[in-house]
């Protein structure tokens, strides 16, 4: 069974940074690793909102246009641990971060969250004003 942890989350005044972490309990070959973000009143797993993804093989990121040039997706595949450092960030940014893993071939990784078989429990980031 494998299990996602998360760690980083916490709260920051527009403009800050933060850096989330998702560590997984074993290594990976060929997947797509993914945040997710969650706001109240979109309760079900399928209402998280994808942020951007990194295949483990050669590194290849993707990102929503809300966060591009200010998110960065990075993976450190000798720890198994999946980062998503945060700068820049907007009150609109605050939810529950979710990390996720899903197997694949290529590097195409898949964008919505009915696609991904392993998740994180989540890490709540606030942006104040």
Known sequence: ???????????????????????????FFRYCWAWFRQVPGKERTLEREWVGNIYNS?????????????????????????????????????????CAAEPKGDSMCYVTPGSYRYWGHGTQVTVST
């Open 58 to 98: 050669n590194g290849m990121t993707d990102y929503t246009d809300s966060v591009k040039g200010r998110f960065t997706v990075s993976l450190d595949n000798a720890e198994n641990t999946l980062y998503l450092q945060m700068n820049s960030l907007k009150p609109e940014d605050s939810a529950m971060y979710y």
């Open 1 to 27: 069974q494998v299990q996602l942890v998360e760690s980083g989350g916490g709260s920051v005044q527009a403009g800050g940074s933060l850096r989330l972490s998702c560590t997984a309990s074993t290594s």
